[in-house]
C-alpha cells in the first residue's frame, strides 16, 4: 500500500529547509551509503535509494531548490512529514564563568603559595634534544695525515726497486 503524501525532498533527506549545500552533501552522502543497492540488494532498500537521489537532484540545483520551495511553501518545516526535523537545534548554553569548565586549575592565591624548585646546579640529568652529542676534532698528527702514507708508499717502491736490482745483478 503506497502512502499518496506529497513528496517532500527535506523529509527524505532529513534536513529542515535553511539546510546549506554542505548539509545536503553530507546527508546524501549518509544516506546513499546507508540504502546503496549494492548493499542491501531488495525493493524496498532500492525504491528508498530512488526517493534519496531524487531529493538530492531537486536540493542540489540551486534553480530546482528554488522552484521547488515556492511550489511547496510549508516542505521542510516541523509539519513536513515523518522524516522532516521534529525537534530545535541543540544550543547549549554558555558558561557564565571559566571556572565552570576548568574547576581542576589552581586559584592564583594557591599558585602564589606553591612552593617553588630551584634550578639544579651542573649538567642537566637528560639532553635537550634526542640527537647524539657531535663528536669533538681530536688534535691531528703526522701520521693522520696523508704524508705518512706517501712515504711508507715511496719506501715500499725503494725495496722493490732494490729487489728487482738484487734479482739481475745475481
Known amino acids: ?8 525532498p527535506y523529509a527524505v533527506l532529513g ?10 552533501a553530507r546527508a546524501h552522502r549518509r544516506l546513499a551509503k546507508q540504502f546503496h543497492p549494492d548493499l542491501h ?19 542540489s540545483s540551486a534553480h530546482a531548490r528554488a522552484e521547488f520551495d515556492l511550489a511547496h511553501p510549508s ?3 516541523r509539519s513536513g512529514g515523518h522524516w522532516a526535523a521534529t525537534r530545535p ?3 547549549p548554553a554558555q558558561p557564565t ?19 617553588r624548585t630551584a634550578p639544579q646546579s651542573g649538567p642537566p640529568a637528560a639532553p635537550p634534544t634526542r640527537r647524539p652529542q657531535p663528536i669533538e676534532p681530536m688534535e691531528r698528527t703526522f701520521l693522520d695525515s696523508g704524508w705518512a702514507a706517501l712515504l ?3 719506501g715500499f717502491l725503494i725495496l722493490l726497486a732494490l729487489a728487482v736490482v738484487a734479482g739481475k745483478l745475481a
Do not use: C, K, Y
Not at 1 to 8: E, K, R, V, W
Not at 41 to 55: F, K
Not at 97 to 115: F, I, K, L, V, Y
Open 152 to 154: 711508507v708508499a715511496i
Open 75 to 77: 516542505a521542510g518545516t
Open 97 to 115: 564563568t571559566t571556572r565552570t569548565w576548568a574547576t581542576w586549575r589552581a586559584t592564583a592565591a594557591e599558585t602564589r603559595s606553591a612552593p
Open 15 to 24: 534536513l529542515a529547509r535553511d539546510a546549506t549545500p554542505q548539509q545536503v
Open 1 to 8: 500500500m503506497q502512502s499518496h503524501a506529497p513528496f517532500d
Open 89 to 91: 537545534p541543540i544550543r
Open 41 to 59: 540488494p531488495t525493493e524496498a532498500v532500492a525504491e528508498r535509494m530512488r526517493h534519496v537521489n531524487e531529493a538530492w537532484s531537486i536540493l
